[in-house]
């Protein structure tokens, strides 16, 4: 990590409010904000692969506080986004891609940045398309909160 990196990721950090006692969530949010910075890719957007955490849902197929994931192409934001939410996701490093749902199409202004940092199971080709050729890894992911509820 260089010099630039660390002031970046240390003042995020700071500006996240988060309580002393949560050392290895420290970690994580590090990681996640170095993993941003190295791809390029904007640390106060959505993007691809990020969680979404559903407030009032008022929707049946869809719990409060339910964790939906956002699809597209790695590093490219997006105005709207779709979120899919009891997915089983696909994230190869350059897309991300669920199957589940029910699945929106979102507008990003109304997805406001939470501290959190939670580890989500992706999956990905082990070498190549095939059946049982999948593997499935865990990773750290930011955490966007919807309010249903709330105003536009």
Known sequence: MNDTNA???EDHVKNMNLPESTGRHILDTIAV???HLNGGI?????????????LNSGDCLVKNRSLGVIEGIIGEYRNHYLVCF??????????VNASGGPAYCI???RLKQSPRILNKT?????DFPRAGGGEYYIKSCKVWILNKGGSK
């Open 7 to 9: 002031a970046i990721i």
């Open 33 to 35: 904000v170095e993993e």
């Open 42 to 54: 904007e640390l106060t957007k959505p993007m691809p692969g990020d969680l979404v955490m559903i």
């Open 86 to 95: 009891n997915d089983s996701t696909f994230n190869d490093g350059k897309i």
């Open 107 to 109: 507008d990003s202004a």
């Open 122 to 126: 992706f999956w990905k080709w082990k």
